[in-house]
């Protein structure tokens, strides 16, 4: 198919160095991020006597917010570490 410029779109190939770049820091960072909140949720939940499932809940707000964290961070990197490159 044809775009305005009638230029192949899709014309673009994978850059396989910036993918593995940004998933190999995706990763490592994830890893770290939902460790957080995981001990965040239970470090608060004791903290302010919220019971088991006062903790849970906290557990799970917090790797919500570790998801959010974390498209923000690939689509970020994704800007700097272009997938496709262009033709």
Sequence with gaps: MLDATNTPRGAGRINWINVSTVLSAA???AAE???AAFAGGW???NLFNLG???T???QVAFFALGIAVMVAF???AMRVEPFVTRN
């Design 27 to 29: 990763i490592l960072i």
């Design 33 to 35: 991020v939902f460790g």
């Design 56 to 58: 849970y809940i906290l």
């Design 43 to 45: 470090a608060f939940g």
């Design 52 to 54: 088991e499932y006062g």
């Design 74 to 76: 690939v689509r970020a």
